[in-house]
């Protein structure tokens, strides 16, 4: 870097530390060949580093926890990481209005824990959590477990503190709920994914945390009646519904075969689900959730159900939906699609992936796909779509894209409802969006970082 | 208008009706004199009025339901009215995702009763429902009754139709929950007040209609109290609490003197509140609140309350409420602000004003100011601070003014929670706006609208 080193004195990584982690992603699916990794420690340091790059032109890749799925923070054109690991701490919290200031390099777990013994519960829960940033996590629009009961990120975040490309921060960290004096402009850094700036800080709304978890899992014969059955649970569980998660027969048989763990239900059903409560008074929450399944067994809309008991039932519960992505690689690959689709068509999805891979499918070697699952968020119409197959495989990789992304595209749908666009999927913006739409985001774009000096800002990785 | 009538052709209003409600809004406070009212039927008429008006600078002015405070939708230069009022559908309601889309220019309560009728809310209310437009709402992103439970309109539309000053129409209508493929665009429509395009279309995800409503009235001793009755109040209400309203005593005083009207509580105390709970079974939900208010009386935060027994008690508890406003006329005139305030200093402003109005308060007709009474969103730390007087009076008026502006910036706080800036509060968007938050805001003004047809639309407006 030589005539930089003024510029980097401080804010650089310990010569010691390992470089490596910064290069790639924990899929091990992106890899980039940064030299240089900087820590800034305030707000005023990020703007002096992206001001300086700005005027020289370097390249420069924002980087949180590193937890992304699809390549978003890794320097895969050997880009100056800037990594918010050193803002890290807890700025404010009100214990009345709930609203908590933190730095964006705050580890989203740290936050939770924070929030915790303050009886308040962070809006936003993720398999990542012990690693992912919360700046990332707002730049990401993260999405996760608790969005059908408090909510996306644009309703939550109050306020963001952020950097331009030339150095310009963007001090709109507002704690108040309500503000309408003008355009709300740190929506465009919620879901924006770093590519117009930086976000240092973030101020957001937090609920109170529930004394009471419950959970269920259930089995139903068709997709018909899983509809039915989260119909009826927002009806009776209204206000206390924290999960309505969907996991298809498949993606329970291959996890069962996979992990050889003993599944809670007997027989072999096609669908089913899973539901989790969070609610004030634990006695209320068990006679709404007893009743609820009373009925739906009753109305034959459910077949066969079990409700947890304990904490350590709630976790065997969970582990039904979250092992299945954790145990799918077993066979050799998978491929994920994360995927928006209108409610009513959400399955039909999986069976046409079935169709069209057809004699590929099988349970013998010669077989290269295991099966295609599907799971996933039915709450928010979230699915994931995962073929399982005996190592990756280009015949199979054809089949299935862009195919996949035109079945989408056709209902309208969003070809990533909540990991992002990184460098997976920038080339498939027009499946869920317009020309027009395109357009203006271009616009945006070159307004806030007209020289582009990340190669990760350019029009090229947005559309 | 000449040349212009093949574009107004059928999208004129009518000949025989009256122009002077659209010259004026409903508190009569301001005034315009414009001569054309266009009534376009679908979005590509509204594309095609802008894109005529664009090219020959002609400018124009969209309207609602023209129910804003803040002069916003009122051609005070004389411009054309582009009213929403014919574009009234319901386009398409999902009744298992609970997504409905429909025409700007639906009217707020006619959403809410076929929502109501198929067992879903809208998650917006506010008094003006009979009036305002849902396009109109959302152009001013209105905060309303049920912010508190269901958050703001950032988070619940998840779609928008609109039309750029050009003609550009952004088809945005998405139904989706999740759609993490680019910038939320969308976002800068939600309370951009009309100033960088007119929205034509919304979709938005509402919540199950609650079957049981509760509420309770209660009396308490300090502003402290106050604070740490909200703070049990969610910690035990938590899922259910969909109202907590602050109502001091000056308030409660004048509404009684105003409208003779007997206050459900004897005594005289310094603060009252109103908390409401929606929630999916009665029962629970009447144990939840019972148990609250001797919590609460128990260890002295409140010191006395009473809980509507049926739907006429229920309506009597909101009237100490909603009263206020519209009692506080009585007297001669009334200085508005609508405020959000950091909640531990929220009341402060109420004592600070009583001490800055000092000798001009008093019982008697000498006296230009009957008393400075607050009350508002305390769930949403926004305060409405009204000074009632005996008549509008410009010393009383040159002491508020700009020190209650100041007052609030000191505090970080906002100079208008939800009413907007419209024409009203343009020159103060400083008090809570840095230069550089301005200088970002302009910027998008002139990328949306460079040619600025229409006086609403210049920087000026929004400066």
């Given at each position: 870097m030589g005539s930089d080193s003024a510029l980097i004195n401080g804010v650089e990584s310990d010569a010691t530390e390992d470089i490596e982690p910064f290069n790639s992603d924990w899929m091990r699916k992106y890899r980039g060949h940064t030299q240089l990794v900087l820590k800034p420690e305030s707000t005023e340091q990020v703007s002096e580093i992206l001001k300086y790059c700005n005027e020289h032109t370097l390249a420069v890749v924002p980087q949180g926890g590193n937890t992304g799925l699809v390549g978003g923070s890794v320097p895969v054109f050997d880009e100056i990481v800037l990594s918010l690991a050193r803002m890290n701490r807890i700025r404010s919290f009100d214990e009345v209005s709930g609203v908590l200031v933190a730095d964006a390099g705050v580890i989203l777990e740290v936050a939770d824990q924070y929030l915790a013994e303050r009886r308040y519960i962070f809006p936003l829960d993720l398999g990542a959590k012990g690693s992912c940033h919360i700046g990332g996590n707002v730049a990401t629009?993260?999405?996760?477990?608790?969005?059908?009961?408090?909510?996306?990120?644009?309703?939550?975040?109050?306020?963001?503190e952020a950097v331009l490309p030339d150095g310009t921060i963007v001090d709109d960290?507002?704690?108040?709920?309500?503000?309408?004096?003008?355009?709300?402009?740190?929506?465009?850094?919620?879901?924006?994914?770093?590519?117009?700036?930086?976000i240092t800080g973030i101020s957001i709304v937090c609920p109170q945390r529930s004394n009471a978890v419950n959970v269920a899992y259930f089995a139903l014969e068709s997709y018909e009646k899983v509809q039915q059955a989260f119909v009826e649970a927002k009806k009776q569980l209204g206000e206390i519904l924290s999960a309505f998660e969907l996991m298809d027969n498949a993606s329970q048989r291959?996890?069962?075969?996979?992990?050889?763990?003993?599944?809670?239900?007997?027989?072999?059903?096609?669908?089913?689900?899973?539901?989790?409560?969070?609610?004030?008074?634990?006695?209320?929450?068990?006679?709404?959730?007893?009743?609820?399944?009373?009925?739906?067994?009753?109305e034959e809309i459910v077949l066969d159900g079990v409700l947890a008991e304990n904490q350590t039932q709630i976790k065997e519960l969970w582990s039904c939906r979250e092992g299945v992505p954790e145990h799918l690689p077993h066979w050799g690959g998978v491929y994920k699609y994360d995927l928006s689709i209108p409610i009513a068509e959400?399955?039909?999805?999986?069976?046409?992936?079935?169709?069209?891979?057809?004699?590929?499918?099988?349970?013998?070697?010669?077989?290269?796909?295991?099966?295609?699952?599907?799971?996933?968020?039915?709450?928010?119409?979230?699915?994931?779509?995962?073929?399982?197959?005996?190592?990756?495989?280009?015949e199979v990789e054809k089949i299935l894209e862009p195919w996949v992304y035109e079945w989408v595209s056709k209902r309208n749908g969003s070809i990533s409802a909540e990991h992002g666009?990184?460098?997976?999927?920038?080339?498939?913006?027009?499946?869920?969006?317009?020309?027009?739409?395109?357009?203006?985001?271009?616009?945006?774009?070159?307004?806030?970082?007209?020289?582009?000096?990340d190669e990760m800002w350019t029009c090229e990785r947005m559309c």
């Open positions: 629009n993260a999405g996760g477990l608790r969005l059908l009961r408090y909510g996306s990120l644009h309703g939550n975040v109050l306020g963001l960290l507002s704690k108040l709920r309500k503000n309408n004096t003008g355009y709300d402009l740190k929506q465009l850094f919620i879901g924006g994914e770093g590519t117009i700036g930086v291959l996890l069962h075969q996979a992990s050889g763990r003993k599944l809670p239900l007997g027989g072999d059903h096609p669908f089913y689900c899973l539901i989790e409560t969070s609610g004030s008074n634990t006695e209320h929450d068990s006679e709404k959730l007893q009743n609820f399944l009373e009925y739906v067994m009753g959400l399955y039909d999805l999986v069976e046409a992936t079935r169709e069209r891979l057809g004699h590929l499918i099988g349970d013998t070697d010669e077989h290269p796909v295991v099966d295609a699952v599907g799971y996933g968020h039915m709450g928010d119409s979230n699915l994931h779509l995962n073929v399982a197959t005996r190592g990756y495989n280009k666009l990184g460098v997976a999927k920038k080339a498939y913006i027009g499946y869920s969006r317009s020309e027009t739409m395109v357009k203006l985001m271009k616009q945006i774009k070159d307004l806030y970082d007209p020289v582009s000096i």
